[in-house]
């Protein structure tokens, strides 16, 4: 079974769209985050959430929301796309609310924006 | 700001070889967590090694052991009897507290396992 989930694993949109990324983990973590992979491959926290609290690197745009319908799951929004966002997106989860413990990730979204 | 640091871009090395991949950071925080991450080819990232700053016993998962030297502030990866498997990207990342801003990645090094 796999463990953290993402949907779509390949997303091609057009500029100023809106598109969405959904993650489901089923390891009963509490935490889970959101990252972004560039094209020369440097991770960049986004966003990590649990029922307590989200936080937020300062230096993403308000056009990505995070959403969480319940503990399982994380999603992301993204409104009017830019070039700029074509990227790998990766969800990830880990049992305590803190970036200490170990991360599991999911296999990633690409993302193209034309 | 703290920094994560790998300066090899690209690594190889053939099969059965030992490796050592370096790693160097800078922050100002007196407790933290370092990691290695492992991306093979198909980008899945999987955790290696992790290390707590205040443990001065160096972590070790089978093949792979790290060489934490607190004062210098170094944290490389050493790979043992090296396998095809282990072609991958491997990244080193410092968390320092502080929420998403204190979570660094370095850049990553291309590691090839040579047949």
């Known amino acids: 079974d796999t463990a953290v989930s993402q949907t779509p694993k390949y997303l091609v949109t057009q500029m100023g769209n809106d598109k969405s990324i959904k993650c489901e983990q089923n390891?009963?973590?509490?935490?889970m985050y959101w990252y972004k992979q560039d094209s020369k491959k440097f991770l960049k926290i986004m966003f990590s959430y649990n029922n307590k609290e989200l936080i937020i690197n300062e230096t993403v745009p308000n056009r990505f929301s995070p959403k969480s319908p319940d503990k399982a799951h994380l999603n992301l929004h993204i409104n009017s796309l830019e070039l700029g966002d074509s990227a790998v997106y990766f969800c990830a989860s880990s049992q305590g609310d803190g970036f200490t413990d170990t991360q599991y990730f999911g296999p990633g979204t690409r993302l193209t924006v034309l | 700001a703290q920094t994560v640091t790998q300066s090899q871009p690209e690594m190889s090395v053939q099969e059965a070889e030992t490796v050592t991949l370096s790693c160097t950071y800078d922050?100002?925080?007196?407790?933290?967590?370092l990691f290695w991450y492992k991306q093979p080819p198909s980008r899945q990232m999987i955790l290696v090694i992790r290390?707590?700053?205040?443990?001065?016993q160096n972590a070790t998962e089978n093949r792979f052991s790290v060489n934490f030297q607190k004062a210098a502030k170094s944290f490389s990866l050493k790979i043992s009897d090296s396998q095809l498997g282990d072609t991958a990207m491997y990244f080193c990342a410092c968390y320092s507290g502080g929420g998403a801003d204190g979570l660094t990645f370095g850049k990553g090094t291309h590691l090839i396992i040579q047949p």
């Open positions: 390891l009963g973590h509490d935490t």
């Open positions: 290390q707590e700053a205040y443990k001065q």
């Open positions: 922050t100002s925080e007196n407790n933290y967590y």
